[in-house]
């Protein structure tokens, strides 16, 4: 167990995934200033209950994400504009609302099983088709998708990008960090894009009727 400064936030960050913030509030600015000069990680963690800025302290889901921070560019007023990567996923026991002031977690390393990397690669393949399509689509419903060459080969990268492009409430990406392997990811990110790409083919269909409704 150790302790981790916490940041709740309304989103779900994956190992191996960047994630930019604006850092504007006291207690955050406190949070990251020791970050920097002790090199420490903190937790990213979705907020269950709360607000993410100017309210009391949020209530955290027991699942997050460790973020190192890999550039800071300082802003007037103390405030900062961060970048960070995921690194490990972790699990909160505790959380300590008193020792400073934003929240500290008795958390622990919380890794990912990998039981079959064989099945593991056949699942990362037939999901990079989908994941592909869908960005396809998201590009034809006038979204700029990722660039498809930036895909990454290794399966567990892969899978962490794929739950961190898709459109999806972010409850069900929770559930895919919190994911008991990697199995486990793999076929809940194939079943929520089949869903995904499923309901944006059904908004194109709808839009282009429209269309064709408004010229005739």
Known sequence: MFDLPLFPLDTVLFPGMPIRLHIFEERYRIMMQRCLEHDLAFGVVLIQTGVEAGGPLAEPVSVGCTAQIVHAERLSQGRLNLVATGEERFRLSAIDRNLEPYLIGQAAFFPMPNPDPDALAREARALRKQ???????????????????????????FLHL????????????????????????????????????????RLLQRSKSDDLYRLN
């Open 131 to 157: 994941v592909i399509y869908y960005l396809r689509t998201l590009n034809r419903a006038g979204q700029l998708p990722a660039h498809l060459e930036h895909l990454p080969n290794e399966p567990l990268l």
């Open 162 to 201: 794929a739950a961190t492009m898709l459109q999806a409430p972010n409850y069900q990406k929770q559930r895919l960090l919190e994911a008991s392997d990697t199995l486990h990811l793999a076929r809940g990110l194939r079943s929520l894009y089949r869903r995904e790409t499923a309901l944006l083919e």
